[in-house]
């Protein structure tokens, strides 16, 4: 079965300091990979996703993701994060030719000023 | 370009009760997928559309169903409304099958009472 664990709910990082979350999935062949932003209330915005090439992404708001192929892994990364980064980030998977994610359960991102 | 909308967005409904939501895509994209959001369950997906066709489709009992339009547009009705039907239901739309991102819209808040 496809899934994706997210192995960290909450993390707390000062603001201007690094950022990894972390995201490995099950998938039978490679999938494509994408990361996705949600503040409370709103919808999902798109920060970035890897469909080949590449295996680092660049994505919006100084985001990037690394997939791991040998790992499988797509973790997410921001070198100084600032405190409107604050919100819940999600990894989700789909299967090439198919609209059907499959999302991990997300984790929330508190910055401390 | 005007993003994916949702309506209502929210919205109280009783058990047993049934409910019509709607979806407008992205102009120009022809794919529109629904998503539930739980605090237990998390982000599942529901169903599929892409021109007027279902062509995929989550875990979810038959009281959910969909239809899209000549234009894009999508609606999910369920039906005999239960308390854990209480959700944020998101639309995504995308270009197209295969190697396209999704957008998702703002959701609608069902609370089933």
């Known amino acids: 079965a496809q899934s994706v664990t997210q192995p960290d709910i909450h993390i707390t990082v000062s603001e201007g300091a690094s950022l990894e979350l972390r995201c490995n999935y099950s998938?039978?062949?490679?999938?494509?990979l994408f990361w996705y932003v949600q503040s409370p209330g709103q919808g999902l915005q798109l920060l970035l996703k890897?469909?080949?090439?590449?295996?680092l992404v660049q994505g919006i708001k100084g985001f990037e993701a690394e997939f791991k192929r040998s790992q499988s892994s797509f973790n997410l990364r921001k070198p100084s994060v600032h405190w409107s980064d604050a919100a819940e980030y999600f990894c989700?998977?789909?299967?090439?030719?198919?609209?059907?994610?499959?999302f991990g359960q997300g984790t929330r991102l508190t910055i401390n000023p | 370009k005007a993003g994916v909308t949702q309506t209502p967005r929210y919205l109280i409904k009783t058990r047993g009760q049934q409910v019509t939501l709607s979806c407008s895509p992205i102009?120009?994209?022809?794919?529109v997928s629904w998503y539930q959001q739980t605090p237990g369950q998390g982000l599942q997906f529901l169903f599929e559309?892409?021109?007027?066709?279902?062509?995929n489709k989550g875990n979810f009992p038959g009281r959910f169903s969909g239809r899209q339009f000549s234009n894009s547009r999508s609606e999910m009705n369920v039906s005999t409304l239960e308390l854990g039907d209480s959700a944020l239901y998101l639309c995504?739309?995308?270009?197209?099958?295969?190697?396209?991102?999704?957008?998702f819209g703002p959701g609608t808040r069902l609370t089933v009472t």
């Open positions: 998938y039978g062949a490679t999938p494509y």
């Open positions: 559309y892409f021109s007027e066709t279902q062509r």
């Open positions: 989700a998977v789909g299967p090439r030719g198919a609209q059907k994610l499959v």
């Open positions: 102009s120009g994209h022809r794919s």
């Open positions: 890897y469909f080949s090439g590449d295996t």
């Open positions: 995504a739309s995308s270009i197209g099958q295969g190697a396209y991102e999704q957008y």
